[in-house]
């Protein structure tokens, strides 16, 4: 049976059950599919390599668009001209498919043509705040803290920038954390609640979630190493241009025109949208803290008309 899902702003029809976002109605934009891919590949390169060095995510260009590869685990083929994305699974559970497809190939596929951070967000002071920064730096942990303090999560994973607009669009109703921050700061039961405890606990009802584009008002550059107290430093420009770069999802690593147009599109958005470097003392224990420092100054940057 194939649905309509709302993810990214796009409306992506699937024949493979993706219970953590709703279904839509509406002509799909993308589809989704499982099956055997055609198609030649040219050079494969690296997206992500695993600690070691082997791969891990690789990718190949091909006539319409990519091929993205999990090594022993899948195969994803990225049509642009059909508007299809294909996977073939060697050995991936459901639960690891659609991990895949939703947090990694979806926002590789849409930064063919979009800008799309690395980033939790929530809807405060007047538009979203992005809070990027390396992994483990507490990017879905403060999501989640925000909306248990009772603000519209955007993402969890990424968020999609739409041009020249600064449109910011969230990604679908659903958070992840592990254990121990599911724990300390959800305040509630996950819905994988009989996963392993090595899995991330996901969270979606009882939250509120944006549904709508707005505009990106600041963003907040996690320090993942620990201080003394919260303290909130505002960056220059060339700081942020790095620290965007760094948290972007980018697919045409083997195009240096689109490498060339989305850096001087991160250089813009740096210089546009007003940047903090927020450091804490990374006790998960103290999650309020941060999420009532974080709201105290987008609320009063906001008053002071910032951004």
């Known amino acids: 049976m194939t649905r309509i899902y709302r993810v990214y702003g796009r409306r992506l029809a699937s024949r493979v059950e993706l219970p953590e976002i709703h279904s839509c109605d509406g002509p799909p934009d993308w589809h989704f599919t499982t099956g055997r891919l055609e198609g030649d590949s040219f050079t494969w390169f ?70 799309v951070l690395h980033a939790s967000s929530a809807a405060i002071g007047g538009g979203f705040a992005a809070f990027i920064g390396p992994g483990g730096a507490g990017k879905s942990t403060l999501a989640l803290a925000l909306g248990r303090a009772g603000y519209a999560i955007g993402s969890d994973d990424g968020l999609l920038l739409d041009g020249d607009s600064r449109l910011a669009t969230p990604s679908y109703p659903t958070v992840r954390v592990w254990h121990d921050s599911a724990t300390t700061v959800a305040g509630r039961r996950p819905m994988n609640h009989t996963a392993l405890p090595t899995a991330k606990r996901h969270y979606r009802d009882g939250f509120t979630y944006a549904t709508d584009a707005a505009p990106l008002r600041r963003l907040y550059v996690l320090d993942p190493e620990a201080a003394p107290s919260v303290r909130l430093e505002s960056m220059p420009p060339r700081e942020v241009t790095i620290a965007l770069v760094e948290q972007s999802y980018r697919l045409a690593l083997d195009d240096r025109g689109a490498l060339a147009r989305q850096l001087d599109e991160l250089a813009r958005l740096a210089r546009e949208v007003p940047a903090w470097r927020v450091s804490s003392p990374r006790r998960l224990e103290r999650w309020k803290e941060l999420a009532d420092a974080v709201v105290d100054h987008a609320e009063a940057t906001a008053a002071s008309g910032v951004a």
């Open 46 to 115: 690296d997206i992500w390599p695993t600690g070691n060095g082997k791969p891990w995510v690789r990718a190949s260009r091909t006539l319409n668009g990519y091929r993205v590869r999990y090594e022993r685990r899948a195969h994803f083929l990225i049509d642009r001209l059909s508007r299809t994305i294909t996977c073939e699974p060697d050995d991936c559970p459901a639960p690891m498919m659609r991990h895949f497809l939703l947090d990694q190939v979806l926002p590789l596929t849409f930064s063919l043509d979009a800008v």
